[in-house]
């Protein structure tokens, strides 16, 4: 159509159904659809489109997608806040995702399964539906449901609906009534459209305004009334209005123009019979004047008439700020020739005068040339320069050059400073000859310095070690360093212009490090290449890549080092860090590794682990060498016992271990174990010594013992440990029993260690009771180890493990020391025992600083040593009996008594026996627990007592527990006793009771 005086092209929805279409008196275009509503178009400044139901964008939004047949006969269309269509086609209400370009959600419309939707709205995330038949309804986006329509809809028709959003409500009316609904689906609001008393049927009234200068367009409508083509308006402007003015035309569109700047107030009522009119209407607006009469004009004005006054004013000043800018500018220029850090000369050639400006503090000598200052005979510039200086002056002054640029050395504080001397003729006489010359020098000198820098970075990356190779971005060579030459034997002539190849590997391996190179800029690794003789060599290559500004691969250099030598090495230290250096067996690194490997493979296999017995006998008495070329001669006969794939570690000092590979069967492993006892047994001849040792061996299978490397080498110790325990020169097959009993060591080491750790070591005592007077004559000071849990450990449990893993030593300083601080308490009491003993180990009795360490003991609890007593076992004097003599001597010296413990149950020299300086002699508990019965150990009894009275020694018999064993003891004369039948051990309290009531009843 044409309107608006000009010819409109309109662009409709391709699936528009157009029925009718007008042009109102406002000129507006109004195009009503089948499926689609009505649809407006206008200028900016039109009324409120209150009918629409579908717009021009949905619809050609939807024209770009590929819709289902379902749905291009849809009628109403709406777009929610997520970009998602939702549209009504004979299916139902649908749910259409533009991205994915499919229907994503379909919900049936209720009830009659014949449906004519005409109008949807989005308000509250609920879809609100009007349709011709069943009029209302409602579906809820976030619980995907259909819902009822307020309680009251019966206010309201079911045919010929309309929908209205008006700010936080949504208004839902027929041609009488209208409901307004608020987002929590409350009714708040219920209107009769038809004439009522208060007119609130014309409510919501909606007004769009325009202002432009000093004219306002307001167009205003009421479209819930129930015909808007019938309702009266009346408006009034404040304050130009003194009445109310009328318009019965609907849609009229009402103009102020050249109103005169103010603020005013619009007030709209409208009326269906033009009697009873509905509630007000009022906006404020502000309109202000033209520019010319505005405030901001008038100052200019005013501005204006100051700026002309004050102009000439300003005329009469300009020569004073003329003179005055001259001056600001030749400071200017001072400034700028200050931050230049040039130095400026000015020659006057006739008139033989140099001036300088900006002179250097640091070098305020200016360079003696000969022609511009000085004598030559006083030159300060650099001999080597001196002369090209004066060829480039000299031109200047014949008048044959207009400039020169020179660069030189002068002398500053006993150093030179690079310069660069310019300078050109600023003033000639009228045939040419220069009567004035311009210059300025430079300091150079970090320039040079930086081209030096640059040069013997050049010059060392042409003579570093290090192979040296530059590429252009397609990977051809441009420039090649000696060491580059000298490592692959190529001349740099031969290189240049060559692609970059690896004459060892294939085409696509080379292509592979390009592809690294270009996508990460870097590649290193080691690589093997092809000299120009042929041979071939291992080098480290490292490729990295050279921007330029823009981050373009311009140069990628590659460096390489020959490593061929040092991998050998490596490769040789790896050996000999895996062999053991004197039998030439693998060593334990070497076996760890190639067991765990087998474990994590899953492979059965068996290891035996052995060790020579009483190896470390050899080394002490025949010596190390012998010891080291036995151990070498057992790798010799074990090294071809077994199949090839079997394989002979040397674990550390004399223990081995043997890795039987895929064979788990206990006959093979038994004889296999056999063999290398019956191997290492027989005689060696080394160094005239005949040397006969035994081996014991420990067994386990995996997977059946253990399931990973060190469990197995664990338990394969410990069955060792069992074959020793045997006698030796055995093996022995590991059971959970020895991994039990192994455990429970471990678990009692452990307690044994934090007792000490903790000085939790507690000292019981059993008194020693003189058979005559029934005196306490002594105490036995015995250690106790307390668990955890409050129970007693048995000495026969912890004494042992202790000797063996020396814990003895500090275990047997605590027992002292604790006995000293008792005895004093003792001391103290009538009755008490005069003397302690304390038991020796057999590892402190080898210490060579036993007496020593005793006495500082001794100094420190401050107790003298003749309350103390000692008792040995006939074991640890008798293995080496003179060196026992000499240890027994100075502890007799500093005065403490000693007792031979145990006496009888080991072996005992006689004429070493009277030698030692014993006080006292102990009859071990298994003679007299049979005293009473036995003939034999009575006899026994008697003869140690005769033969201790003999030499002079006190007798004490260990464990009495009976009246008729003290009986015999006191017929025999034994001096002393101590057992149970008087106390057993007792902590240190309950001692000290023991002693009152014992001195009581042998007073009494």
């Known amino acids: 159509p044409a309107y608006l005086s000009d010819q409109h092209e309109l662009s409709l929805p391709p699936l528009l159904l157009v029925n009718a279409f007008t042009v109102d008196h406002l000129k507006r275009l109004w195009v009503g659809a089948e499926n689609g509503g009505l649809y407006q178009f206008s200028m900016r400044r039109s009324a409120l489109n209150f009918d629409i139901l579908m717009d021009v964008g949905l619809t050609n939004e939807l024209a770009g997608l590929a819709l289902p047949e379902t749905l291009k006969h849809y009628t109403t269309v709406l777009k929610d806040y997520d970009g998602f269509f939702w549209l009504t086609s004979e299916v139902g209400l649908v749910k259409y995702d533009p991205q994915l370009q499919r229907m994503v959600e379909v919900y049936p419309l209720p009830a009659s399964p014949q449906h004519n939707v005409v109008q949807i709205e989005l308000f509250a995330e609920q879809l ?95 479209p819930l009334a129930p ?5 009266q308006y009346r408006y009034r402007l404040f304050d130009i209005m003194d009445e109310w003015q009328y318009t019965t035309r609907p849609l009229q569109p009402i103009t102020f123009e050249r109103l005169p700047a103010d603020t005013y107030e619009l007030h709209i009522q409208a009326s269906t019979n033009g009697a009873k009119w509905g509630p007000k209407y009022q906006q404020q607006f502000v309109i202000e004047g033209p520019w010319w009469q505005s405030t901001w004009a008038i100052a200019g004005y005013i501005l204006l008439s100051i700026a002309l006054a004050l102009l000439g004013v300003a005329w009469l000043r300009r020569l004073h700020q003329h003179q005055r800018q001259q001056q600001q500018l030749n400071q200017s220029l001072s400034q700028a020739v200050q931050c230049s850090g040039d130095q400026f000369w000015d020659w006057q050639i006739q008139d033989h005068e140099l001036t300088r400006y900006n002179i250097w503090s640091d070098c305020p000598d200016f360079p003696v040339d000969g022609i511009r200052n000085g004598f030559i005979c006083n030159t300060n510039i650099h001999p080597n320069d001196l002369e090209r200086v004066q060829q480039c002056i000299n031109p200047l002054v014949n008048g044959a050059a207009t400039h020169f640029e020179t660069s030189y050395r002068i002398k500053n504080n006993d150093k030179w ?57 397609f990977f051809r060579k441009r420039e090649v360093n000696k060491a580059y030459e000298s490592i692959t034997g190529y ?28 996508k990460e800029g870097s590649w290193r690794g080691e690589l093997s290449d092809i000299r120009a003789d042929g041979s071939e060599f291992l080098m480290e290559l490292t490729l990295d890549t050279v921007n330029n500004e823009n981050g373009e691969i311009e140069l990628i250099v590659a460096s390489f080092s020959d490593i061929t030598e040092r991998r050998d090495t490596e490769n040789e230290l790896r050996r000999l860090s895996n062999t053991d250096s004197l039998t030439g067996l693998p060593n334990r690194s070497y076996f760890q590794v190639s067991h765990s490997n087998l474990v994590r493979k899953k492979i059965p296999h068996a290891l035996l682990v052995f060790d020579l017995d009483d190896f470390k006998k050899i080394n002490d008495s025949i010596g190390h060498e012998v010891g080291d070329e036995l151990l070498c001669r057992v790798a ?36 296999l174990a056999s063999q290398i006892n019956n191997e290492i047994a027989q005689p060696y001849e080394i160094q005239q010594h005949e040397v006969v040792i035994g081996s014991s061996i420990g067994i386990v299978f995996y997977p059946h013992d253990a399931s990973t490397s060190q469990e197995l080498l664990q338990k394969a110790d410990t069955a060792m440990y069992h074959a020793k325990q045997r006698g030796g020169n055995c093996y022995q097959f590991f059971s959970q029993s020895m991994n039990e009993n192994a455990i429970r060591r471990l678990h009692i080491e452990h307690e044994l260690r934090s007792a000490i750790r903790d000085n939790r070591v507690e000292v019981f005592y059993q008194p020693k009771i003189e058979v005559v007077s029934q005196h306490i004559a002594g105490i036995e000071a015995l250690a106790r180890i307390r668990r955890e849990d409050g129970t007693i450990m048995s000495p026969a449990d912890f004494i042992p493990l202790a000797e063996e893993t020396g814990l003895i030593v500090p275990l047997s300083e605590q027992v002292l020391r604790r006995a000293c601080r008792d005895m004093k308490e003792f001391l103290k009491l009538p009755g008490s025992p005069r003397h302690v003993a304390i038991n020796l180990s057999a590892r402190q009795f080898l210490t060579s600083s036993l007496a ?57 020299s006689l004429a070493y026996l009277k030698r030692f300086p014993l006080h006292t002699l102990k009859i071990d508990k298994a003679f007299v627990d049979d005293i009473s019965t036995d003939d034999k150990d009575r006899n026994m009894v008697a003869s140690i007592v005769a033969m201790a009275h003999n030499l002079g020694l006190k007798v004490v018999a260990e464990g009495v527990e009976s009246k008729t064993q003290l009986e015999i003891l006191k017929t025999l004369r034994c001096e002393f006793i101590q057992g149970f039948y008087f106390s057993e051990p007792m902590q240190a309290d309950d001692f000290i009771r023991y002693i009152e009531q014992h001195q009581t009843a042998t007073t009494l």
């Open 852 to 908: 020593f360490q005793v006495e500082s003991i001794l100094a420190d609890e401050q107790m003298h040593p003749r309350h103390i007593e000692f008792e040995i076992t006939e074991g640890m004097v008798m293995s080496d009996p003179e060196r026992a003599i000499t240890m027994l001597e100075n502890l007799a010296d500093m005065g403490v008594q000693l007792a031979l413990d145990d006496f009888g149950t080991g072996y005992s």
């Open 636 to 671: 010799e006969r074990l090294t071809d016992i077994g199949r090839r794939q079997d394989t002979l570690y040397r674990l550390g000092g004399d223990e081995f271990g043997l890795l039987v590979e895929d064979s788990t069967d206990i006959n093979t492993i038994s004889l």
């Open 491 to 518: 001349q740099r002539e031969q290189a240049l212009d060559q692609p970059f190849v690896l004459a060892a590997y294939d085409q696509e391996f080379t292509d592979q490090i390009k592809r690294s190179v270009f």
């Open 227 to 231: 015909d808007p083509t019938q309702v």
């Open 128 to 222: 609100f539906l009007v349709d011709q038949k069943q009029g209302l309804l409602i579906f809820d986006i976030g619980e995907k449901r259909w819902r009822s329509p307020p309680s009251n809809r019966s206010f309201f028709a079911q045919e010929n609906l309309r929908l209205a959003l008006n700010d936080d409500l949504i208004w839902v009316a027929d041609e009488h009534n209208a409901v307004a609904i608020d987002e929590f689906f409350n009714l708040v609001k219920q209107l009769p459209l038809e004439q009522s008393a208060n007119l609130t049927d014309l409510r919501p009234l909606f007004v769009s305004s325009e202002q432009r200068q000093q004219t306002l367009h307001v167009d205003f409508v009421s």
């Open 417 to 473: 400073l690079w310069v660069m001397d310019r300078g050109q003729v600023s003033e000639s006489t009228e045939t040419g000859i220069p009567i004035r010359i311009q210059g300025a020098l430079t300091d150079i000198s970090g320039m040079i310095n930086s081209e030096e820098r640059l040069n013997m970075l050049a010059l060392s990356l042409t003579n570093i070690s290090d192979g040296i190779c530059i590429f252009d971005r």
